[in-house]
């Protein structure tokens, strides 16, 4: 202590100008109140335990955070972690003095009506949201009372996997202000015993380290971690924690044989991870995204990984590579040895990649396997090797066959099982659900690269994980009359490192004693052996072992059970899509996992009224691309919009208000010819104005004619441009210079203050000057159409990019609204409940409705639910709509 107080005040001194302040300094820290450093805003954090056992890599970990509120008024507690991804939150409780409220786990559907109850309420309700690449956030709040106590309880599961010959688990770690008594407890029981040990903190310093106690022997392993109230500061004179991070343990269990089984009470577990086996050499095709939108930072770090990759590529391995954009490039027209003067020559191709033009997806894709088909069928390759294809995007296909579910069909029949493909999406722009679909359809997996700066490190710590294969087609075979409920038990590939675990359930419920058969291709010969366990074994192996905590095997079957059916689950559709459902969602309910098919509901008390908490579980599809696919563009990549404010078809506008996680909707009834003010800025100099076209013809039954944005006009003043875009043409005029395209164009313009894009007969994207974006999305209608014509539709980014004076019938909302809902009751439509909306000091009857978001299908469009706020928005926008019209578009 003495120790680090001195450091810290030498430390100091350069940035002191005068002794004197140092003097001051030095007293302060002498007269130090420990209590004030303790309480932040009324809130005392006493006591917060993240307690973790894992026994046979199945973790169950329990982290209880106690506050106290030390104010003399009601204060909102917050609890708010982080969780692994790979995590199933298993149970949540709140005590408040003395009496605890315990989560119940619900079917998501039921939740929701409790939830939306909630939120209508104006309450506030809980809800876990993906965060980062790793983990998701669950957040909750109380009002706890002058003097009271509160605790929170949160538990959740996971099975570890071992990846780089070590299990890993992180526990995200920030207390965000100082707690009393601090600790991080993990208890590992491995009854194969332990061989290996680690934990480190990302905000671990040298003097931390050793706050870390470790110790293991034999089958068991101790870490704990708790640092006094000084060690927890950032400088011996602050008050602020210092702890925010990931805490990681590591370890590795010892192996004398390649399998381990396990059998406790009707349930078996198999742990199979050879070791001392020679790899298979790789036949390796990457195929690589080189469309307009890698242009730049992602190019530079595709290339960057590419080249390391080829550092690391055997010799005895065959490779290529795909390129495509517009169009399909190969490096070699077959797969290639990877002989060093091969590799010399693959490095000078890799650093002239370049990118630009459009995504042809299927093109690059189909090309690639047609080369690894060729090169199989004229035995180029060797018999015993493994086949990999890695495919990179940042897009979405736009160009060749950009039919997602025509490219997920052509490829599975071209791949036939054969070999793995790996996607890696790169970025926000992608269809993560379509990337992750193909690649489990076809026994590969996806992964995001996120767009930051390591991006290359990334991509090459996903090749490492695939660049070791040990074995290919491998089976684990159990007598099927005694097993029931098996795991997935077939495997492509065996990656060195890795482990495979299948689980299952025996018919017999008594049953001891199990038999499997082994069976894979490796480098040099078959493997195929038989061997067998009982149940006398397992519980010998775990004798010494007091806290197994109940029926771990049963739960991680259960758990591997549900990640496998949830996986299935993304490829399937119709009644097998409902089967894989209902049978993952029954496992769900009866082992209490919160999964994205159930919620966990907490109902809270409050002086007036019940308040629900949600704890959700979002689908890594759900965790970007709802937010942001934004229409194969990547002009935004890195800074992500937090939602869209739009306005398309029967001019609808649609509002999104994040903190109520809902959306607002009206419409504009005017006359065909009519000229609206959508965005005004006078700092930016942005304007948006649309004109409206009605149908073909007038439509004499109805007493309100259909419109729709005919053509809009974008201006920057400041920077002298005009954009004039109709379902025809798309016209730039950049002071006198003008420049016009058709929306069959595909086109990348960047000049000063202007980037534009146009993905041909879809979309196109403009940022101007400030940054601000808008999409502009093509509706084309067919031909000989009755009534419709084609139409526009616009969609803002980035508005924080806008100043606070914006203004228009759109830009209005790009400042903060809030809203309340009360009194839903049923209205004229039995579907569509009416409400009173209070907002901007109005009282308006509104009505649930759905908009068509038509981002992702410019056809159909998806359908997202809102409120929606009658004549022509009367009583939200600010004024009347006709306030809002202009005489010409510029
Ligand atoms: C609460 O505490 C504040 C600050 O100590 C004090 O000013 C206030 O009078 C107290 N209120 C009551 C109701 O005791
Ligand atoms: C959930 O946690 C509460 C509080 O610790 C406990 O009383 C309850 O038994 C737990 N539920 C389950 C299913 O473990
Ligand atoms: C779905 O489940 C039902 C009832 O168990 C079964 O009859 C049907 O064959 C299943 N369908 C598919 C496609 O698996």
Redesign the pocket.
Known sequence: MENNLLLCILLLIPTFASSDVLVTHIRNIKKRNVENDLVVNGIEIYSMKIDSKVTSRFAHNVITSRAVNRGNVSKEVFFDVELPKTAFI??F?MTIDGV?Y??TIKEKEAAKKQYEKAVSRGQTAGLVKASGRKTEKFTVSVNVKAASKVTF?L?YEELLKRRFGKYEMFIKVKPKQLVKDFEIAVNIFEPQGITELEAEGTFITNELQNTIKKTFSEKKGHISFKPTLDQQRTCASCSESALDGDFTVRYDVKRTTPDNLQIVNGYFVHFFAPTNLPNLPKNIIFVMDTSGSMYGRPMEQTREALLKILDDIKEDDFFNFILFNSGVSTWKETLIKATPENLDEAREFVRNIDASGMTNLHGGLMRGIDILNAAHEGNLVPKRSASIIIMLTDGQPNEGVSDIHTIETDVKNAIKGRYPLYNLGFGSGVDYGFLERMALENKGLARRIYPDSDAALQLQGFYDEVSNPMLTDVELNYPENEIQDLTTNSFKHFYDGSEIVVAGRFVDSNQNQLTVDVRGEGAKDALSYTTQQDAEQTAQAFQEQEYIFGEYIERLWAYLTIEQLLERRIAATGEEKENLTAEALALSLKY?FVTPLTSMVVTKPEENDNEDVIADKPTEAEALSSVSSMLGSQIYRGSQPTWYTSVDGDPHFVIWVPQKRDAICFNINENPGTVLNLINDPVTGITVNGELIGDKRANSDAKIQNSYFGKLGIANKHLDLKLTVTPEKITVQNGNEKMGFTWLDSVTLQQAGLTLIINRKKNLVLSMGSGASFVVVLHQVWKKHPLHQDFLGLYTLEEDKLSEQTHGLLGQFFHPIDFTILEIHPGSDPKKPDATMVVKNNELIVTRGWQKDYRRDPSHGVDIPCWFVHDNGAGLIDGVHTDYIVSSLF
């Open positions: 298993t149970n409780s605890t315990p989560g309880e538990t209490k």
